[in-house]
């Protein structure tokens, strides 16, 4: 047995690492992963990765990962540095560390005081009746599913169009696109696994190419027949800090588009779709929900808890530091653990008991510079969704539990087969 490295007194084993993750990706880990976040926290708050780098497990450290204006995101600078350029140097790789999701300060800062708060109260009551509209339609489809065939997939007829029709109504792109945006969306996240196949890699080269070329179009159409949405505030803006240099305006204006589309689509899907499963498989807990409603927001923040649609993220070391007690150098990776962090009893009590009344905390949309642009519209979508689906069926429930996308980073639930 190889210890590789000592943690407040746990003697971490490199195979143990492997076999939990190993585990992590299975079908049965998929499924039940709290097993696994145990075990992970079990060894320690700071876990040495078997490739090098560290898992962060604990409620406490994690947050201050999350929060810490020394710890960064792994951004070009970053990944110029690194050893392995080939991984780096992917095509989706790349176009993934454009975004604002990997970048820090001054870029990071920059964007995000153009893009203000995209969704703040008087957007989102703006936004409200569309919303509504959106699911009220959803579930007259799903009605429809259930009268006609007695059972229907929860996932591909409300979870995943809901966030994509709200997304691409805000952007004003026409529905006639959505399938489309839907299906390079889930082929272009392999690249922001924690470690792709080169098969994998080259599914999200093919879905990046996809991607760019629609998003492209998408400016290009806007610019030459602008209207009033959001799309065509942004060209102005960008238009108007690089009136020189078209082709700048360009990037950003691709970059800002293409993120905040795909980032609302799978994340706000998984949470849908949790919400659901979690509520209705247990008939009595639905029914207490329908009668106390002033607890729907209570209901959304423990289904982000106790599965958060995304496990990890990953942060580096600005300088030579010390976390939790384990010295870290200058550049290494720590791998932030949602779930285990989530599911640290230290922060909530039973956290394996699903409660709704729990009034616990969560990490699931971040902390920080880079806390989630779109959290407020994910709730909001799902308070919608749930208080109509509360009236409209008393007797939904699950006909077998939901299947999932084989991933550890971006959490997908690929089908929720319902009845009533």
Not at 230 to 242: E, F, Q
């Amino acid at each position: 047995m190889t210890a590789v490295g000592d943690i407040r007194g746990t003697t971490t084993d490199r195979r143990a690492v492997i076999s939990l993750l190993r585990r992590l990706r299975s079908p049965e880990g998929q499924a039940d992963p709290l097993p696994v976040w145990a075990e992970l926290r079990a060894l320690g708050d700071v876990v040495p990765a078997p490739w090098g780098g560290y898992f962060v497990t604990g409620f406490d450290v994690c947050n201050q990962v999350l929060r810490g204006r020394n710890w960064l995101v792994p951004d070009f600078a970053w990944q110029e540095r690194q050893p392995d350029t080939e991984r780096w140097h992917a095509p989706a790789t790349r176009e993934m560390t454009r975004t604002l999701s990997r970048l820090n300060a001054p870029a990071h800062t920059c964007q995000r005081r153009a893009l203000g708060n995209p969704f703040d109260r008087r957007t989102l009551e703006a936004m409200r009746p569309q919303i509504a509209g959106h699911v009220s339609r959803l579930l007259d489809d799903l009605d429809k599913e259930l009268h006609e065939y007695g059972e229907a997939d929860f996932v591909t007829t409300v979870s995943e169009q809901l966030p994509l029709h709200t997304v691409g109504r805000w952007l004003a792109i026409d529905p006639g696109h959505y399938p489309h945006i839907l299906d390079f969306t889930h082929r272009q996240v392999h690249a922001q696994e924690l470690l792709p196949t080169k098969s994998e890699l080259a599914v999200s080269a093919q879905a990046t190419l996809e991607m760019r070329a629609f998003f492209t179009q998408l400016i290009r159409d806007r610019r030459a027949r602008p209207g009033n949405d959001v799309l065509t505030g942004w060209i102005h803006h960008w238009d108007a800090r690089y009136p020189d240099d078209r082709a700048a305006a360009d990037q950003v204006l691709y970059d800002l588009t293409m993120f905040v589309t795909i980032a609302s689509l799978e994340t706000t899907a998984t949470l849908l779709s949790n919400m659901v499963w979690f509520l209705t498989r247990d008939p009595a807990r639905a029914d207490w929900l329908r009668r106390n409603p002033g607890h729907l927001d209570d209901a959304i923040d423990e289904t982000l808890r106790y599965d958060p649609p995304i496990h990890l993220n990953s942060r580096v070391a600005a300088d030579d530091t010390v976390l939790a007690g384990v010295p870290i150098a200058k550049d290494a990776v720590v791998h932030v653990l949602y779930g285990a962090a989530n599911h640290d009893p230290r922060r909530n009590e039973n956290p394996h008991v699903f409660d709704i009344r729990r009034n616990g905390g969560h990490l699931t949309f971040g902390g920080g510079a880079h806390y989630c642009l779109g959290a407020a519209l994910a709730r909001l979508e799902a308070r919608e969704l749930l208080t109509q689906l509360l009236k409209r069926f008393s007797t939904l429930r699950p006909t077998a539990p939901p299947t999932y996308a084989n991933r550890m980073v971006f959490r997908r639930v690929t089908s929720l087969k319902v009845t009533t």
